[in-house]
Structure formats: structure tokens, C-alpha cells
């Protein structure tokens, strides 16, 4: 979980479920086994929890921090990344974008994004292929300017 209060969270609710299940439980035949098995899935469970929560403005900016180890020359490249990759959002089209930032930064699926729009699943396929086809051609061009 890469995070200490994120695990213990994790470890808690699984004490929790497992007291509150304990009369079903007199079939299991290792306990360390089920133990193991049961964190892992609470930790998939978490992980895919925190990957469909909403994002905030302040995480938009792709979560990116410079950190103390970075010069500032690599700190002003990222800044740039960041600031590109931005504009490249801000260029798709209307529709487009909208069907990116429900899918990227709030975390909906397809078949939230369609009904919040009123469109079909496949148009909603269509629009994320095509936003992210125009994405990977716009930072490839990034990554030329920068390395060559």
C-alpha cells in the first residue's frame, strides 16, 4: 500500500469483517493462509476504491511534486511536462475532453460516463480512443522536443 496509515486502515477493516463473520469461519483449515489471502484482497479491494475517487484540483496537476532531490533545472522540466500536458487536455474537443476527465480525473467508467452524457458506451469508446491516439501523438512530440 505504500503507506503505513493506509495499511493499518486495511488490517483494521479486516479484523473488523472477520470478527463479524467469525461464526462462519470454523471451516477455514489455515488460518496464516486466510490471513494472507484476505489482506491481499482488502488491499485490491482499497486500491481499486482509491483509484476510482474523485481527484481534487490540486491533484489534477498529474501528481507531480518536485521533490528536495531534484535540481531546478529538473524541477522546471517538470513543470513544463505538467504545463504541456495541460494544454494538450485543454485542446481536445468539447465532448472529448469531458468523456477524459470523467474517465482519468473523477474516476467514472464508461458506463457512468454514458449515462451522465446521455450518449452510448461505444461513443464513449470511440471518444477515449481517440482522445488518448491524440494525447500519445502530442507527447511524443513533447518527448522529441526534449531529447533531441
Keep these: 500500500m505504500r503507506d503505513q496509515n493506509r495499511s ?7 479484523f473488523v469483517d472477520i470478527w463479524n463473520k467469525r461464526q462462519n469461519l470454523t471451516h477455514v483449515e489455515s488460518i496464516p493462509a486466510y490471513l494472507k489471502r484476505s489482506t491481499q484482497f482488502k488491499c485490491y479491494d482499497q486500491l481499486r476504491k482509491d483509484k476510482r475517487s474523485p481527484i481534487s484540483d490540486s491533484e489534477i496537476q498529474l501528481n507531480v511534486k518536485p521533490s528536495d532531490s531534484l535540481s531546478i533545472e529538473e524541477e522546471i522540466i517538470s513543470q513544463e511536462k505538467v504545463k504541456h500536458i495541460n494544454q494538450v487536455i485543454n485542446t481536445l474537443p468539447n465532448k472529448g475532453r469531458a468523456v477524459f476527465l470523467m474517465s482519468r480525473f473523477d474516476g467514472m467508467s464508461y458506463r457512468e460516463i454514458a449515462e451522465t452524457l446521455d450518449v452510448s458506451m461505444k461513443t464513449v469508446e470511440y471518444h477515449m480512443m481517440q482522445n488518448l491516439k491524440y494525447l500519445r501523438n502530442a507527447l511524443f512530440s513533447l518527448l522529441t522536443i526534449l531529447f533531441f
Design 8 to 14: 493499518e486502515d486495511v488490517v483494521q477493516d479486516l
